[in-house]
């Protein structure tokens, strides 16, 4: 009797954990704009008024995974970020404003033809330094 009890909770927060999953997943397909209308992914809507550290440490990563921008993912738009988002803009045919607006945030996830994009891993450039975790090894592996 008890274990059948025991079996029977154990299947109701196995069914409850895995449909909060299902929800939690199901949510995470959709992104929401400022406007509150939805889109769904790959595309990074920002609001390019009031942009977040997130946003552009987004961008900067982009960038970076391009080989267009070598500073660091500070979320801050520098001038080696504006730099970036200029030599960017204007090989792509945007409007050269060097800031990170709509347009040109669309243009980063749709440029499939650049090195790296699309990539887990960063592009090796020459005289770049390896990048490292915690116990020293490098991200690949040794």
Do not use: C
């Given at each position: 009797?008890?274990?059948?009890?025991?079996?029977?909770?154990?299947?109701?927060?196995?069914?409850?954990?895995?449909?909060?999953?299902?929800?939690?997943?199901?949510?995470?397909?959709?992104?929401?704009?400022?406007?509150?209308?939805?889109?769904?992914?790959?595309?990074?809507?920002?609001?390019?008024?009031?942009?977040?550290?997130?946003?552009?440490?987004?961008?900067?990563?982009?960038?970076?995974?391009m080989g267009r921008y070598n500073?660091?993912?500070?979320?801050?738009?520098?001038?080696?970020?504006?730099?970036?988002?200029?030599?960017?803009?204007?090989?792509?045919?945007?409007?050269?404003?060097?800031?990170?607006?709509?347009?040109?945030?669309?243009?980063l996830i749709d440029n499939t033809g650049?090195?790296?994009?699309?990539?887990?891993?960063?592009?090796?450039?020459?005289?770049?330094?390896?990048?490292?975790?915690?116990?020293?090894?490098?991200?690949?592996?040794?």
């Amino acid at each position: 009797m008890l274990r059948k009890l025991l079996l029977g909770t154990a299947s109701v927060l196995a069914l409850a954990i895995g449909g909060a999953a299902l929800d939690f997943s199901a949510a995470a397909d959709d992104i929401t704009n400022g406007s509150g209308k939805t889109a769904s992914t790959p595309y990074h809507w920002i609001d390019a008024a009031n942009l977040s550290k997130d946003d552009v440490r987004w961008a900067q990563l982009e960038l970076r995974n391009m080989g267009r921008y070598n500073g660091s993912l500070d979320g801050v738009v520098g001038p080696e970020t504006k730099r970036a988002l200029a030599e960017f803009q204007k090989s792509n045919g945007l409007r050269r404003t060097a800031t990170l607006d709509q347009q040109t945030a669309n243009a980063l996830i749709d440029n499939t033809g650049e090195i790296g994009h699309g990539s887990s891993l960063l592009p090796k450039r020459e005289g770049a330094p390896t990048m490292t975790n915690s116990s020293g090894t490098n991200y690949l592996g040794k």
